[in-house]
């Protein structure tokens, strides 16, 4: 199929890049203008570059590292300070590399993406790889850094742009799997080979351990320490986006495949049991699993090369209304997150102890929360016995939370981020919409106290329904201060696609099961027009990536029921999205163009063919990035070119550095932030 709009897929081509500072130009000469601009670009700047935000950090042989943006530090600065002072909330920074002056030096446009120490239980040397990222593309530059000496090494390991990971064995070796330029990426663009590098060999030179197949999502090292301080050395392949396997390369011994199912994720491993969960159910030698446990294996058994098998045993199984988030391991002891109707639960798991009628031969301990919200464990390793927890929710900020796995008592709180907006007399509710097949979507509201019933209430609505990834209460102090403080209710629709309960919720929006998360969104809009919260005159929607594909259908499929769409970084063609940057990898979650029955669903949802120049659209908003290289620009490109060819109004916005969350800096963030609900308000609000 030809595609008139073609010359827009080419990224950084002079037409399209033409095409974008135009649309650009247009966009901001209008919303910039706009009377309430100036004051939510303030407010907005006010709020990502606070100096009192929490310094999130990870904690590493008595020291907290941290990664740092503001007005001053614009790309940011990488610190450490001793765990004592960061712990008692009174750290004495000390620089360890500044990315703004980095960039400027080297003249190149690094944004920091992250950083990987070498430990061997208890002796750091002081040895970084530093991920270094061109204006925040996913593929990232590799060099080894030296907190001591304060600066890259000299002929040490430097691995050039790509996607890749890494990670290290010992001083001197690491494990690698980049693009060798020898025909070893997938047709995803992900590395399908895993080596074995050496200090002092060239690149090319690293010994290969294992290669999968091009038409594999991706290949990507597995590091896995061991109480004895030892490293045990393996590999992830991904066949497809939720299925692959786990191999492992015991010393002097032939590789081993961890005996899991296709759809398991591997979790960690703790005093020699590896941690997995279930996306399937699974017969396994030592009983019946079910889709969305969590379960350990015998680590010697696994590596038993006389007598193979499992040694499998339940862990954790999760109820109906539940579902299981993460689960962290530390010295000595693992942390279990896991989300009841939505909402945060913590809990150590206790090995041995006695179960309940699930039959696990794992205990639970709850961990006391601070409230009925979101909490994750910001921090926690294999080496030390720290953790670090976060809490949030919709009306209040993040705070910091110090556990540590030999103490009985509740987490500590370290400090709380200050308000950023007034929730005096707001209020949050959660409620239910009844989808198309009978089943009750969950949605949380945050609205004022003595909310009219009248439809009068400008309302924004967030969706994403995708990948098993779950929409959980969070504080927003942008959403606070440019939206709920006006008078604004916010709306989070916890749709299927997502992971609000496990992998059948997220499997129920699979492929050619697409609609029912669509008709999800739909329900939770009409619930909340049929309640009197809002109108269609006063509802806006907003999604990002898979959510950005879900706008897109949105303003295709119902364009009566909103009158403003905001549609980020997203996917919109459908029947092109496999062969454009990483979509290959997606065909799990989407279906494939090149599949005759998931082509003809396709063809009946993707945004970009279904867009009808006669029909009645509400004016959307684009928002993309240029140096986005997991969603193509061209998506966005395309869909706005087909309102503009239509004479129809729309605005768009694309960030040329960015990446793929549309800005790399507070300060590009609070742009975007106070453009969209500049829009926003000028679209809901009188």
């Known amino acids: 199929m030809t595609d008139s709009h073609d010359w827009l897929e080419a990224v950084e081509g002079e037409r399209a890049l033409d095409w974008v500072r135009a649309q650009n130009a ?14 939510f670009l303030e407010a907005a700047t006010d709020a990502l570059t606070a100096a009192d935000r ?20 614009v790309k940011g600065i990488w610190r450490r300070t001793t765990a004592e002072s960061y712990l008692a909330d009174a750290p004495d920074w000390e620089l360890l590399l500044d990315i703004d002056a980095l960039a400027a030096s080297e003249e190149e446009n690094w944004v920091f993406a992250g950083a990987q120490a070498y430990r061997r239980k208890g002796r750091p040397n002081g040895r970084y790889l530093l991920s270094l990222s061109i204006g925040g593309r996913d593929a990232t530059t590799v060099r080894e850094y030296d907190i001591e000496a304060g600066g890259f090494v000299d002929d040490g390991f430097l691995s050039p742009e790509a996607k890749q990971a890494v990670g290290w064995l010992d001083p001197d070796t690491v494990l690698i799997a980049t693009d060798w330029n ?14 074995r ?11 290969e351990l294992f290669r999968g197949e091009t038409t594999d999502v991706g290949v990507w090292p597995l590091v896995l320490p061991r109480t004895d301080g030892s490293k045990l050395a393996g590999a992830v392949r991904r066949e497809t986006f939720f299925s692959g396997s786990y191999v492992l390369f015991p010393d002097g011994a032939d590789p081993v495949v961890i005996p899991l199912p296709g759809k398991a994720d591997l ?19 030592e009983g019946e699993f079910r889709s969305g446990d969590l379960i350990a294996l015998d680590l010697a058994t696994v590596l038993d090369a006389d007598s193979p098998g499992s040694g499998a ?3 954790f199984r999760p109820g109906d209304r539940q579902a299981v988030k993460g689960v962290a391991v530390s010295k000595g002891r693992v942390l279990l997150a896991y989300a009841d109707t939505v909402v945060s639960q913590l809990a150590w798991l206790e090995p041995g102890a006695v179960g309940d009628d699930q039959g696990s031969g794992w205990g639970l301990d709850p961990v006391e929360l601070p409230g009925r919200g979101e909490a994750n464990v910001v921090f926690a390793d294999e080496e030390e016995t720290t953790i670090l927890i976060g809490y949030e929710d919709y009306l209040t900020p993040d705070s910091l939370l110090h556990a540590e796995v030999d103490e009985d008592a509740p987490p500590r709180l370290v400090r709380a981020a200050p308000a950023r907006f007034d929730a005096e007399g707001l209020t949050v509710d959660q409620r239910f919409a009844v989808s198309t097949d ?5 949605y949380f509201l945050v609205h004022r106290d003595g909310l009219a019933v009248d439809g009068s209430t400008p309302t924004l609505l967030y969706g994403y329904g995708g990948f098993e990834i779950p929409m959980s209460p969070a504080y927003s102090p942008t959403t606070g201060r440019l939206w709920l403080e006006r008078g604004g209710a916010f709306v989070v629709a916890n749709i299927r696609g997502g992971g609000e309960f496990g992998p059948a919720w997220h499997q129920a929006g699979l492929k050619q099961k697409r609609q029912t998360v669509y008709d999800d969104f739909i329900a939770v809009a009409e619930h909340l027009v049929d309640t009197g919260v809002t109108s269609p005159r006063r509802l806006g929607i907003m999604g990002g990536s898979n959510g950005g594909l879900l706008m897109g259908v949105m303003l295709t499929q119902r364009p009566d029921l909103w009158r403003a769409v905001v549609v980020q970084v997203p996917l919109l063609d459908m029947l092109r999205y496999h062969l454009l940057l990483a979509g290959a990898s997606w065909v799990d979650e989407y279906g494939s163009p090149e599949v005759p029955e998931e082509r003809a669903f396709l063809e009946t949802i993707s945004p970009y063919h279904r867009f009808n120049g006669e029909a009645d659209y509400p004016i959307p908003f684009f928002v993309t990035s240029t140096k986005d290289d997991r969603v193509h620009p061209g998506h966005a490109r395309k869909m706005a070119k087909r309102f503009e060819e239509a004479g129809k109004p729309f605005w768009y916005f ?3 550095d960015g990446g793929h969350g549309a800005a790399t800096t507070q300060i590009e963030r609070a742009r975007r932030v106070a453009l969209e609900f500049t829009y926003l308000t000028e679209r809901l609000v009188d």
């Open 54 to 73: 929490i310094p999130y950090s990870s904690i590493r042989d008595g020291w907290a590292y941290n990664f740092w943006q503001d007005d001053e530090h």
């Open 267 to 285: 979790v960690g491993l703790f005093e020699d049991r590896l941690l997995a969960t279930l996306q399937e159910d699974w017969s396994a030698p």
């Open 197 to 207: 590098w050496r200090r002092g060999q060239a690149l090319a030179e690293a010994e």
């Open 26 to 39: 247009r966009t901001l000469a209008a919303l910039e203008d706009h009377t309430v601009h100036d004051g």
């Open 182 to 195: 020898d025909g070893t990426t997938t047709e995803s663009g992900y590395p399908s080979s895993v080596r």
């Open 438 to 442: 009978g089943t009750e979507i969950p």
């Open 654 to 656: 694309e960030n040329i």
């Open 313 to 315: 045993e339940l862990v």
